[in-house]
């Protein structure tokens, strides 16, 4: 059991690297707030003309197979 324990641990060490420390942690989080707030305004653009395109291709495809 001692052996699965230290293979677990030395296995997830290297995980450790990729987690941000928590003091760079609050800079993140803000980085990614203000790049979802200013990508907004053009995803409130998108979303309906690829939610139009999708229902155009779906009605096409549709009355092709009919």
Not at 23 to 33: D, G, K, Q
Not at 56 to 64: K, N
Request: net charge positive; charged share 15%.
């Amino acid at each position: 059991m001692l052996q699965l324990f230290f293979a677990v641990a030395f296995s997830a060490a290297p995980l450790t690297l990729y987690v941000p420390p928590v003091r760079s942690l609050n800079l993140f989080v803000e980085t990614i707030e203000t790049l979802a707030r200013e990508s907004s305004v053009y995803t409130n653009r998108a979303i309906p003309r690829l939610h139009l395109a999708f229902r155009r291709i779906l009605s096409a495809f549709l009355r092709a197979l009919r």
